[in-house]
């Protein structure tokens, strides 16, 4: 998971999925936060103690969806579930439940239920569907987004409505960090839907499923603007936004959606590079904070 600002209610999370494991699986935690959250970094390194936990720290990220897809390759797995920060796991024996899920179909892709009064998707994902797709998200989004998008290619790909898994969550949202311009946001995605459709033809043929015979038909369905959605999006931005001046990161997200729309093509490349993450600056805040990590400028 990704988490900013929200030390106890990340230790809520992580504690509501250790708590509720069954002992039967191997079961790793992942976290990426920011270098300027230092209450955060300090929370990780007291929960390293606790429980099997590794965390990576960078500059506030272009794309939250790119730092999923970062973490699934430092801590690979037979399945990843993309848990949110303001969450709670409901369902005692979760990882065992998942397991099988997964062992009735080792390349599927399956959903959490939310038991909240907002619908939120939150992934569960195989190797073998992480692998065919390149990653899990795609990445190029602040805020949101990414997970309609699994939800768009399963649909396309597999003509099949989305699988739920016997296991739920409850979301407890504040505030949504980058979430602005949902209009704008909105839009891109919408203007995105080819690739969408291209990546569901391209993943039924590497996963196997019959060729798709009515995406057309579909994506106007799935792809079509909510107008119920687009009512309330002064509403949503007014109770969830963030507010001031938008992080370098955000700045960069918006730029390259508004080069690919100004040029009418979609080039598709990764939203941020992750290889930088431990900068000098990074390490040099860390190690003055946070004596412990001494040995990452070494280890860098």
Not at 17 to 25: I, T
Request: charged residues 25%.
């Amino acid at each position: 998971m990704c988490s900013r600002g929200r030390p106890l209610q990340l230790v809520a999370a992580l504690t509501s999925l250790r708590d509720n494991e069954s002992g039967k699986h191997e079961v790793r935690y992942a976290v990426a936060c920011d270098v300027d959250d230092q209450p955060t970094i300090g929370t990780l390194i007291s929960l390293q103690a606790k429980i099997p936990l590794g965390y990576r720290v960078g500059h506030r990220p272009v794309s939250m969806d790119a730092l999923h897809n970062q973490l699934c390759l430092d801590v690979p797995g037979d399945v990843y579930v993309c848990f949110i920060d303001d969450a709670l796991c409901l369902t005692k024996e979760w990882d065992d439940k998942i397991a099988e899920v997964y062992a009735a179909n080792p390349k599927g892709l399956w959903w959490w239920q939310s038991k909240g009064k907002d619908l939120t998707l939150m992934p569960i994902t195989s190797e073998a569907w992480r692998v065919a797709a390149g990653r899990i998200f795609p990445e190029y989004f602040p805020f949101w987004w990414g997970d309609t998008w699994l939800s768009e290619v399963w649909v396309l790909a597999t003509e099949q409505p989305l699988q739920f898994a016997p296991v739920e969550f409850l979301d407890c949202p504040k505030k949504t960090h980058s979430m602005r311009e949902l209009k704008f946001w909105h839009d891109f995605y919408l203007w995105l839907q080819p690739e969408r459709i291209q990546e569901a033809r391209v993943m039924a043929q590497k996963m196997g499923y019959p060729e798709p015979t009515v995406t057309g038909a579909l994506a106007k369905i799935v792809g079509s603007p909510n107008p119920e959605f687009v009512k309330l999006i002064e509403q949503h931005e007014a109770r969830q936004g963030e507010q001031g001046e938008p992080h370098d990161g955000y700045k960069i997200a918006k730029e390259r959606a508004v080069e690919l729309m100004a040029h009418g093509i979609v080039v598709p490349r990764p939203a941020v590079t992750l290889d930088d993450l431990l900068t000098p600056e990074v390490i040099e805040v860390l190690n003055k904070h946070f004596p412990a990590l001494s040995g990452l400028a070494e280890a860098a």
